[in-house]
Nanobody
Framework: QVQIVESGGGSVQPGGSLRLSCVAS????????MGWHRQAPGKQRESVAA???????SYGDSVKGRFFISRDNAKNTAYLQMNNLKPEDTATYYCGATLGRSTPYYWGQGTQVTVSS
């Protein structure tokens, strides 16, 4: 079992920045693949970014160059730095974790990000 708690959401104007945090406990954090996803009202959940246990990062096309994922294994925490935010980034952001294929994917409760002028 992995327990996940996100924080850092809020409201920001277009062009602004936010940093989301995700604390994962209950398993060896350094072994976890960490991911950020988002879901806007009326839309499907989409993958935003992921970082492997070895630090390999990947991003969704809509956020490349603006969002950056990182991890601090000493703090059991993954981060999502979001820059140059746009209104279309408005969504509930979820952190997820897994040990890999054929293992469960654990979700946090989500944190709301609203980008509006």
């Amino acid at each position: 079992q992995v327990q996940i708690v996100e924080s850092g959401g809020g409201s920001v104007q277009p062009g602004g920045s936010l940093r989301l945090s995700c604390v994962a406990s209950g398993n060896t954090f350094s072994s976890l693949i960490m991911g950020w996803h988002r879901q806007a009202p009326g839309k499907q959940r989409e993958s935003v970014a992921a970082i492997s246990s070895s630090g390999i990062m990947s991003y969704g096309d809509s956020v490349k160059g603006r969002f950056f994922i990182s991890r601090d294994n000493a703090k059991n925490t993954a981060y999502l730095q979001m820059n140059n935010l746009k209104p279309e980034d408005t969504a509930t952001y979820y952190c997820g974790a897994t040990l890999g294929r054929s293992t469960p994917y654990y979700w946090g409760q989500g944190t709301q990000v609203t980008v509006s002028s």
